[in-house]
């Protein structure tokens, strides 16, 4: 089983609509988790942390089920600019998901 | 964020010999660092974990006498693809983490290598 397993997709929504994408670890004592974006032939950057509780910057919602060992990101309200591939990290070792490639369009 | 400089940002070389990439956290120290390489349309594959002063942990498949990997001070470390073939042609990609961060790392902007 992979460390990190994410649904490649690609997910294609219109503008405005709400798309989730989920991530499975298997290690179960792993602690921190991040929410990559990258664009295409370029470095990835950080989108957010995911914290226990669950945390939302704008909008953007990551979550955390320990017990299920999986981690989400909700967007809200798509918009053009946020087709990117979105990859999921385990933090301790900074292991990287497959990546869920998604493209808004108009 | 902090600031991670990758160099060169591509390069073009022959079957057989060897090229260098440097990756420069320019104002935090990077304990540790981070190698990757990305084929298209792929994941980014983890290839080493380097800490400073420690010799890299390789992932396994991960030739380490291909891919030789030098993390000699806080603010430098660099891949070096010896004797490479078309087959090591990808995107190569560091990132750095630093203690006083927490778990952040910070990519630099990639090396996309193509063997002829």
């Known amino acids: 089983r992979k460390e990190v397993e994410q649904d490649p997709g690609p997910f294609n929504v219109p503008e405005g609509a709400t798309v989730a994408f989920n991530c499975t670890y298997s290690?179960?004592?792993?602690?921190?988790f991040f929410w990559y974006r990258q664009d295409c032939r370029k470095e990835p950057k950080l989108l957010m942390s995911?914290?226990?509780s669950g945390n939302e910057d704008g909008r953007f919602t990551a979550q955390l089920n320990r017990a299920s060992q999986y981690i989400s990101l909700l967007i809200r309200d798509s918009k053009l600019s946020d087709s990117a591939t979105y990859l999921c990290?385990?933090?301790?070792?900074?292991?990287f998901g497959t990546g869920t490639r998604l493209q808004v369009f108009p | 964020g902090a600031v991670v400089s990758q160099h060169p940002s591509w390069v073009i070389c022959k079957s057989g010999t060897s090229v260098k990439i440097e990756c420069r956290s320019l104002?935090?120290?990077?304990?540790?660092m981070f190698w990757y390489r990305q084929f298209p349309k792929q994941s980014l594959m983890l290839m080493a974990t380097?800490?400073?002063?420690?010799?890299?942990?390789?992932e396994q498949g991960v030739e380490k006498d291909k891919f030789l990997i030098n993390h000699a001070s806080l603010t430098l470390s660099t891949l070096t693809v010896t004797s490479a073939h078309p087959e090591d042609s990808s995107f190569y990609i560091c990132?750095?983490?630093?203690?006083?961060?927490?778990?952040?790392?910070?990519f630099g902007q990639g090396t996309r290598l193509t063997v002829v």
């Open positions: 990132s750095a983490r630093s203690r006083d961060r927490g778990a952040e790392a910070f």
């Open positions: 290690n179960s004592a792993s602690q921190s």
């Open positions: 995911v914290y226990s």
């Open positions: 990290v385990v933090a301790d070792k900074l292991i």
């Open positions: 104002d935090f120290q990077a304990t540790t």
């Open positions: 380097s800490n400073e002063g420690s010799k890299a942990t390789y």
